[in-house]
């Protein structure tokens, strides 16, 4: 708690609890000026010859500073500091909590979902002016545990060198551990280094999208992968404002043998039909490809070839 000072008192100056012992010295008439051309007022010398204890014109909190920073620059008010980190804290849908005692550039923070973390307060900052957003680094090692699990890998923790891009798994088909990309556990595009399964080896299909570009325009997207959703979601498109939903899946053995048979299925809607190609420029920037794409006007064609697919393979 602070409390009003008399810049005449004997009193030592009472800080946020603590007493802080005055200076004897005069407080000069150009400090002062100084001083009130920042937005302060000093009202007492205070521990030594080289500080002043000064009021701020905005908030009325109380604070000390070297004289040096009084007379040269701009002397920054600490309460003003922490209301404003408070209120960029609540933009950004955390609590402000405590700073960190370890770093002046840090801070602790409460979630959204309950867990503390452990935020820089600039970043807090630019979250509480812009479209960022920040993650609970709990709630985000859970949902990768659960992400690994979908994909036969068990996750043990983070990388043991610090990138947060990266994640130790271990693999419930042989047991062994590795560092894997958390995209790539997303896609699902993973190989393990211990028995060798990879995506290629693993069950994968052929799909077909349909997609809707900004203003209007539909498309349609023929491909394989061992998660279409996946591909879909993470992968294919490249702005908020594109729609897309995954039309058909056809199960294949393995993804080698989509592979082969996504390249058959283009080679022939190409050659059938090439008025039906959509000219990349109309989808650039909408979707993370650069061929591929046709109009729905191929539908009944790639439906007819992905039925002979089906049945090749379920043979």
Same mark, same amino acid.
């Not at 004897?24 to 030594?48: F, K, M, N």
């Not at 693993?202 to 999208?209: F, G, K, R, S, T």
């Given at each position: ?115 503390? %973390?452990?935020?820089?307060?600039? @970043? #807090?900052?630019?979250?509480? $002016? +812009?479209?960022?957003?920040? *993650?609970? /680094?709990?709630? &985000? ?46 896609t699902g595009r ?44 993470h992968q294919l498109?490249?702005?908020?404002? %594109?729609?897309?939903i995954v039309r @058909? #899946?056809?199960?294949?053995? $393995? +993804?080698?043998?989509?592979? *082969?048979? /996504?390249?058959? &299925? ?50």
């Amino acid at each position: 708690m602070t409390h009003p000072i008399s810049e005449f008192s004997e009193e030592p100056v009472v800080i946020d609890g603590v007493r802080i012992p005055r200076h004897p010295g005069e407080v000069h008439p150009h400090w002062q000026l100084a001083a009130r051309s920042r937005g302060a007022t000093i009202v007492a010398r205070v521990v030594d010859r080289l500080h002043v204890a000064l009021r701020c014109d905005t908030c009325g909190g109380i604070w000390v500073s070297r004289v040096s920073v009084v007379l040269g620059y701009q002397p920054l008010c600490p309460h003003c500091l922490t209301r404003g980190r408070e209120g960029n804290a609540e933009q950004a849908e955390l609590t402000w909590l405590r700073r960190d005692p370890a770093d002046r550039h840090y801070a602790y923070y409460l979630a959204s979902c309950g867990h503390e %973390v452990r935020r820089q307060i600039h @970043r #807090v900052a630019k979250v509480a $002016s +812009g479209p960022q957003s920040l *993650r609970c /680094e709990t709630c &985000l090692m859970q949902h990768d545990a659960q992400t690994a699990i979908k994909r036969g890998w068990e996750l043990i923790g983070p990388d043991p060198h610090g990138n947060t891009n990266y994640r130790i798994y271990r693999h419930v088909g042989c047991g062994h551990e590795q560092q894997i990309a958390r995209i790539n556990m997303v896609t699902g595009r993973v190989t393990c280094h211990g028995c060798g399964v990879s995506w290629l080896k693993a069950p994968n299909a052929v799909y077909l999208m349909g997609i809707t570009l900004p203003g209007g325009t539909d498309v349609i997207k023929l491909g394989h992968s061992r998660d279409p959703a996946s591909r879909l979601d993470h992968q294919l498109l490249a702005a908020p404002d %594109v729609q897309g939903i995954v039309r @058909r #899946v056809v199960p294949m053995p $393995s +993804g080698l043998d989509a592979q *082969r048979a /996504e390249r058959r &299925l283009h080679a022939i809607v190409r050659h059938t039909l090439p008025i039906a190609v959509v000219p990349r420029d109309l989808y650039e920037g909408y979707l993370r490809v650069k061929s591929e794409i046709y109009y729905p006007a191929a539908s009944g064609l790639i439906h007819d070839l992905l039925d002979a697919t089906a049945r090749r393979y379920a043979a």
